[in-house]
């Protein structure tokens, strides 16, 4: 693919959530967008390439499912997560990329980590990842971030590439 072709092709993004929009109050600015997040994976919930996507509920801290703060907090420990702007000011985008899946900017490929299979979304130019945890028949929406690490995002283009040549093989 030439470059030419590929800014033809660009996928532009929704518009930021900014915590400013809301006077800087983090109590308003987490309300309003949770109040996305379940508008777009609870009463519309997004489509992968004609598969309506379930969501991970449980284990609900605050009101708010276990998905939502995957995707705005990070952290290891479910209880202790911690609030990330750049994810939470992204919350449009997960849903969004989901549903244009099938746009050839997006680089779409399956991973194995433990015995969990996931797809990934990558948004080259923004540095931006949804992932989606395969279960027995259905997909969840399990994570979506900005890479901040350049041998991350190295890693996941190595990860595709290899997607890609072992699909050709087949």
């Known amino acids: 693919?030439?470059?030419?072709?590929?800014?033809?092709?660009?996928?532009?993004?929704?518009?930021l959530i900014e915590l400013s929009q809301f006077g800087g109050n983090f109590n308003r600015y987490?309300?309003?967008v949770y109040e996305i997040f379940a508008d777009e994976f609870i009463r519309k919930r997004p489509m992968f390439r004609g598969i309506r996507l379930?969501?991970?509920k449980y284990p609900v801290t605050d009101g708010k499912e276990a998905t939502f703060w995957h995707m705005t907090s990070e952290?290891?420990?479910e209880e202790n997560r911690i609030p990330d702007m750049r994810r939470l000011e992204r919350i449009k985008w997960p849903s969004f990329i989901?549903?244009?899946s099938e746009h050839p900017y997006l680089r779409v490929w399956e991973n194995t980590r433990g015995n969990k299979t996931n797809v990934l979304i990558l948004h080259n130019d923004e540095n931006y990842v949804v992932i989606l945890r395969k279960g027995n028949g259905y997909l969840l929406p399990w994570t979506a971030y900005l890479?901040?690490?350049n041998w991350r995002k190295k890693k996941f283009i190595k990860e595709y590439e290899e997607?890609?040549?072992?699909?050709?093989?087949?």
């Open 163 to 170: 997607y890609i040549k072992s699909k050709e093989r087949q």
């Open 98 to 100: 989901i549903n244009n």
């Open 147 to 149: 890479i901040e690490h």
């Open 30 to 32: 987490l309300e309003a």
């Open 1 to 15: 693919m030439d470059e030419n072709s590929e800014i033809e092709q660009y996928l532009e993004l929704p518009e």
């Open 54 to 56: 379930a969501l991970k």
């Open 75 to 77: 952290g290891e420990d």
